[in-house]
T-cell receptor, first 120, second 111 residues
Framework: GAVVSQHPSRVICKSGTSVKIECRSL??????MFWYRQFPKKSLMLMAT?????????EQGVEKDKFLINHASLTLSTLTVTSAHPEDSSFYIC????????????????FGPGTRLTVT | GENVEQHPSTLSVQEGDSAVIKCTYS??????FPWYKQELGKRPQLIID?????GEKKDQRIAVTLNKTAKHFSLHITETQPEDSAVYFC??????????FGTGTLLAVQP
């Protein structure tokens, strides 16, 4: 159980175009999902918290108009990189928290396999 | 702001030796402390986690200790094996639900 998928796994796009990345929780519901960006040999940097049915919460320094997040259902969040530039090339990883609780708050996050974005 | 310092950045040990990675956090409201192992190009995998009401937790060759007063926690891997070689990240979370990751440690276990 607790499987998170991402699509696509790899994408190459031209500068100025937009790219959409999907994050799905396959066997559980997730009211909250998270989007991270990871540059080579670096740590995961949280970009935003995606909340089902409401606006995403962006971390300081992350442009909300450039990285559009939509969390329209309990199993799907999408990240759209608009007007992509070469500096947006990175590994994008999502994670999801299981909405079910068992007598308390659920902390564990389940990670997707990541999407390698290359902007040429 | 919130941040997590992780040391060392690289660690090389001989097979069978122990490895220790340490993290220090700043957010006093943190109450969840997971450790992740990430292989090249793969997703982070949770290997062990600890809540703030516990000082130590062990799972076979892996253990984590937490000192909330000093705001630091450590990962201990005993009897290391070549397949333990990877990048390890600590993280901490709290009331805000989000996880803040450490800078990572590249562990190399020499056979």
């Amino acid at each position: 159980g607790a499987v998170v998928s991402q699509h696509p796994s790899r994408v190459i796009c031209k500068s100025g175009t937009s790219v959409k990345i999907e994050c799905r929780s396959l066997d559980f519901q997730a009211t909250t999902m998270f989007w991270y960006r990871q540059f080579p040999k670096k740590s995961l940097m949280l970009m935003a918290t995606s909340n089902e049915g409401s606006k995403a919460t962006y971390e300081q320094g992350v442009e909300k108009d450039k990285f559009l997040i939509n969390h329209a259902s309990l199993t799907l969040s999408t990240l759209t990189v608009t007007s992509a530039h070469p500096e947006d090339s990175s590994f994008y990883i999502c994670s999801a928290r299981d909405s079910r609780t068992s007598g308390g708050f659920t902390y564990e996050q389940y990670f997707g396999p990541g999407t390698r974005l290359t902007v040429t | 702001g919130e941040n997590v310092e992780q040391h060392p950045s690289t660690l090389s040990v001989q097979e069978g030796d122990s490895a220790v990675i340490k993290c220090t956090y700043s957010d006093s409201a943190s109450n969840y402390f997971p450790w992740y192992k990430q292989e090249l190009g793969k997703r982070p995998q949770l290997i062990i986690d600890i809540r703030s009401n516990v000082g130590e937790k062990k799972d076979q060759r892996i253990a984590v200790t937490l000192n909330k007063t000093a705001k630091h926690f450590s990962l201990h891997i005993t009897e290391t094996q070549p397949e333990d070689s990877a990048v390890y990240f600590c993280a901490n979370g709290g009331a805000t639900n989000k996880l803040i990751f450490g800078t990572g440690t590249l562990l190399a276990v020499q056979p």
